[in-house]
């Protein structure tokens, strides 16, 4: 079965600073996709990056990378340079290549940056 | 549009009363999903569709929640018999084939049952 763990608390950001959001997970599929999606307070749901389980490469995505490290089964994404309108809740997800196909979701961690 | 579109945006209900939830995915998305979003909370998984099938229902909270999906296209997610714990956002996201695109999501229905 899928399970994704966020567990820290809400954090507050520095406007310039890079911030580190925590993202684990378990699963017996040996091929799997890693997502992170933003929502800002209005509601909407932004997909920021993704990563693969048999990429070589860590994604970058602008000012938004994924340290994966698939043995420790980590996903944490990276926000360097951190802007007012980065304020808002961020979730980690995972999707199974040989599974229900389920896009599984974590609870989330709030942030928010301060001038 | 080229979006995920869902309606209607907002619903007040009574308890008790029936409620019918409706997602327009983007077109060619074999994919579906329902999730439910209470205030304050994370996604909570509901249902997956693979075409008009659905291979993934273990989210349904009770007999009271059921959906279905026509023609690879439009979903409708019913609740009977409302409850006030049912209030909540119902989020709808559509992906294309393949395990590593990402999913795309509507603006939502916020639910509330008075």
């Known amino acids: 079965a899928q399970k994704i763990t966020q567990t820290q608390p809400g954090m507050f950001v520095q406007e310039k600073e890079a911030v580190t959001l925590d993202c684990t997970y378990d699963?017996?599929?040996?091929?799997?996709?890693l997502f992170w999606y933003k929502q800002p307070s209005s509601g909407e749901m932004i997909f920021l990056i993704y990563?693969?389980?048999?990429?070589?490469q860590n994604a970058t995505e602008g000012r938004y990378s994924l340290n994966f490290q698939k043995a420790r089964k980590s996903a944490n994404l990276v926000i360097s340079a951190s802007q007012l309108g980065d304020s808002a809740m961020y979730f980690c997800?995972?999707?199974?290549?040989?599974?229900?196909?389920?896009?599984?979701f974590g609870k989330g961690n709030q942030v928010v940056v301060i001038p | 549009g080229a979006g995920v579109s869902q309606s209607p945006s907002n619903k007040v209900t009574e308890k008790g009363k029936d409620v019918e939830l409706r997602c327009d995915p983007i077109?060619?998305?074999?994919?579906l999903y329902w999730y439910r979003q209470r205030l304050g909370q994370g996604l909570e998984f509901l249902i997956y569709?693979?075409?008009?099938?659905?291979?993934?229902k273990s989210g349904l909270p009770s007999d009271r929640f059921s959906a279905e999906r026509t023609g690879e296209s439009v979903s409708t997610l019913t609740i009977q018999r409302t409850q006030q714990e049912d209030s909540a956002v119902y989020l709808c996201?559509?992906?294309?084939?393949?395990?590593?695109?990402?999913?795309?999501f509507g603006q939502g229905t916020r639910l509330t049952v008075v």
């Open positions: 997800a995972m999707r199974e290549y040989y599974g229900n196909n389920r896009l599984a």
């Open positions: 990563q693969g389980s048999y990429d070589q």
């Open positions: 699963t017996s599929d040996p091929s799997y996709g």
């Open positions: 077109s060619g998305h074999t994919a």
């Open positions: 996201a559509s992906s294309s084939p393949g395990a590593g695109t990402e999913a795309f």
């Open positions: 569709f693979q075409g008009n099938s659905a291979p993934d």
